[in-house]
């Protein structure tokens, strides 16, 4: 069954996100990462000496990482749901289905038209469906319980079936009756059809389609119940399963740690023509990046990196579906923002007085740009018609109001430099990811309790309300990030950016233990 998962309901998160990101360098400052931390919940343990995992191990990672990852979706998604959805009909697995379960129905039905019927097959369904039944009940729920135990008792009906005494009928209309006051009200129009189906195996059939439904209806529920839970206490939680999967497989924070290596590599190359001029720098100059900065530089680098890319680990996996939506939408936000700034600067005195051009613009652009992020999708010929219509929408424009339209030779440059927007290096595209970038960098050095947006750069004033929105998205999930894995980002940037620093007390007692 396939889970439901609408990623634009992740502000939600944003209510359980305590932000780090506004946390000073000084609280990543050496002395900090010097410090006792023995007081603190659910701090890291040092990873113990390298050691064979073994399959068991292994699988109780595997299971720690889906229960994480089912909490983490549960709570910061609230749309989050199971689906019933059955196999195309068309396909290898849907006709292998539907011919196994065809073969079944008819044996049952063969089995039940004999003289005297056989009625092995039927009891065992009963029997599961008695089980199922069960399962609806809440504890203390006796008095249905003990009547589901009675009627669907299995060793009564063979006595009866010997007997020839067995009242099938009268069992299914307890069966569906039953149903009817356990179901959600969603079911009441399955519960009907199921009374007007005369047919016995049909019956059946259809009895255990509805109960399919019903766990559904009950897992939902339950989920549902579970969600105030997982907010109120995702972090901790979230934290001890992770340790548990650190301690089962000690390099499950290899990819996490070449990850802020790169971040920092990236950070002393941006700075290496300041100190080039100082003998000594490369080491001194590593002591002096902010950590937070580090660790910032990494978060934005999600969103720059291909789908193909490996996230790292469970730190970042479990919101690696959020990620890559935002990375597509920021993808089609920016071609938005290029082709705006474009068309302003090559015929905005055509377009000055036009109301809501913007608007415009991007009516334009989304249906056009819609699914850019597919590999079958042609980006130039999708900006060559994004061009064609703008030229047609301002001459429309520029005609209402008595004006000369665009000649030719300015429609065909301005088609042609919005299709340019595609060449690697594009100077109107490097200018706009600079600003993106920007924006969002001085996001994550807000204090998470600051409800405000910094200033949008200009030149992306056409997509602010979608850029706001995908930064609150962006924001929530990097600050609950922080808040989870702080304390084993701590411990990375430390022994990267502090290598000769002993350990501190927690670190050394820990990985005493576990050594």
Not at 332 to 353: E, F, H, K, P, Y
Not at 464 to 476: D, F, H
């Amino acid at each position: 069954m396939p889970l439901n998962d609408e990623h634009n309901s992740d502000s939600e998160s944003s209510r359980l996100s305590e932000s780090t990101a506004a946390s000073s360098d000084s609280e990543y400052s050496r002395q900090s990462f010097n410090s006792d931390s023995s007081s603190k919940p659910s701090s890291p343990a040092s990873a113990s000496p390298p050691k064979m995992i073994t399959f068991d191990e292994l699988m109780a990672a595997a299971r720690n990482l889906t229960n994480l990852t089912l909490a983490h979706e549960i709570a910061v998604n609230a749309n989050f749901c199971i689906k019933h959805e059955d196999l195309p009909q068309n396909s290898f697995a849907g006709t292998v289905k539907q011919i196994v379960h065809k073969a079944f129905w008819d044996h049952l039905e063969s089995e039940l038209n004999e003289d005297p019927p056989e009625y092995e097959h039927a009891i065992k369904l009963f029997e599961e469906i008695k089980e199922i039944l069960l399962s609806f009940l809440t504890p203390g729920a006796n008095r249905i319980q003990n009547q589901i135990c009675e009627v669907l008792d299995t060793d009564l009906i063979r006595q009866q079936a010997e007997h020839n005494a067995v009242d099938i009928h009268g069992l299914a209309n307890y069966i569906i009756n039953t149903m009817g006051k356990l179901c959600a009200p969603i079911r009441d129009n399955d519960i009907k059809q199921l009374k007007a189906t005369d047919n016995i195996v049909e019956l059946l059939r259809q009895i255990f389609r509805v109960l399919d439904l019903m766990k559904m209806d009950m897992a939902n529920y339950t989920i549902q119940n579970l969600r105030p839970y997982l907010q109120r206490n995702l972090v901790d939680y979230e934290r001890t399963k992770f340790q548990e999967i650190l301690e089962e497989t000690p390099s499950a924070l290899d990819l996490t740690t070449e990850w802020i290596k790169e971040s920092i590599e990236d950070e002393l190359s941006s700075t290496s023509d300041e100190s080039s001029s100082s003998p000594g720098a490369d080491s001194s100059s590593k002591r002096t990046i902010s950590p937070t900065l580090v660790l910032n530089n990494g978060y934005l680098k999600l969103l720059q990196w291909n789908y193909h890319k490996t996230i790292p680990e469970v730190t970042l996996i479990t919101d690696e579906a959020r990620l890559q939506e935002l990375r597509e939408k920021l993808k089609q936000l920016r071609i938005i923002a290029c082709v705006s700034l474009i068309t302003n600067n090559m015929v905005g005195a055509a377009i000055v007085d036009v109301p809501d051009f913007a608007e415009q613009l991007k009516r334009i652009c989304l249906p056009l740009l819609e699914g850019m992020n597919k590999k079958t999708f042609d980006l130039k010929e999708a900006l060559n018609s994004v061009g064609v219509q703008i030229c047609s929408k301002v001459n429309r424009s520029l005609s209402e109001r008595g004006l000369p339209t665009l000649d030719e030779e300015m429609q065909s440059n301005l088609v042609g430099q919005i299709a340019h927007i595609v060449e690697e290096n594009n100077p109107v595209c490097s200018l706009i990811d600079k600003r993106i970038q920007f924006f969002l960098r001085s996001l994550l050095a807000l204090p998470s309790f600051q409800k405000s947006m910094p200033t949008m750069p200009g030149g992306l004033s056409v997509i602010q309300t979608e850029m706001e929105l995908v930064g609150s998205q962006y924001a929530s999930i990097v600050n609950f990030n922080k808040q989870v894995y702080g304390p084993f980002y701590a411990n990375i940037l430390r022994k990267l950016l502090f290598p000769e620093t002993p350990m501190g007390k927690a670190e050394t007692g820990t990985a005493t233990a576990t050594s």
